[in-house]
């Protein structure tokens, strides 16, 4: 029994999960459910691999908050510190890395709620295990706003080519709580400026939840 045991820890795969949160104040309900579930969703996939968690929050023209790939206990000590509600659960730098991270997080800048800044941020400054599968998981209720073609690097453009976004860098999933104002009817959807968050999900195989309830 303990050599079977053994055999099925050394068989997990490597996940390293990042959650890239929206912490704009529209997002407040949002924030504190996440903090609620934590727990048990990782729980449930601790038992199905070996998994790390980090997170990135990012608002209205930066990035606001980061915690470096950690075992899930640290998550959840992040999310759930004390006197940090809604959106503030996800904002302030924490970690062996932190004053690293809030520096860093200088050179990602722009005009709106940009969840492509905050893939960036993660996919160049985040430790990931060598050999593990890139996960990341994107929570807003706005469309990607990185501020014009100056920042197309933010753009969910920058990872539409494979030339640009390698198979092994992850792939992103998207939880959309804004569908009762951004759907594919809204008229003012353009490059750079309102770009469509799920088109990420798309470009990497990733998938899509366009219409989740604040709740």
Known sequence: IKNESARSRV???LVDLVFLVDNSG??????????????NWSLKLESMFDLQLGC???EDGYISGALDLDNPDSL??????EYYTGTSRTEGFVGNNSV????LANDYDTWGECGGAALHFAD???N???GANRLYVNFTDEPNQPGGESKKAFSVKSI???????SWQGTIHTVFSGSDYYDDSYSYWEDYYDEKPWLMSEYTGGTSILDAPSD
């Open 160 to 166: 539409e080519s494979q030339n640009d976004w390698k």
């Open 11 to 13: 068989a997990k795969s």
């Open 100 to 103: 690293e991270l809030s520096t």
């Open 128 to 130: 990931f295990r060598s």
């Open 26 to 39: 529209s997002m407040y309900e949002e924030g504190d459910l996440l903090a609620a579930e934590i727990k």
């Open 76 to 81: 959840y000590n992040y999310l759930n510190r």
């Open 56 to 58: 990135v929050g990012y």
């Open 124 to 126: 160049k400054n985040f």
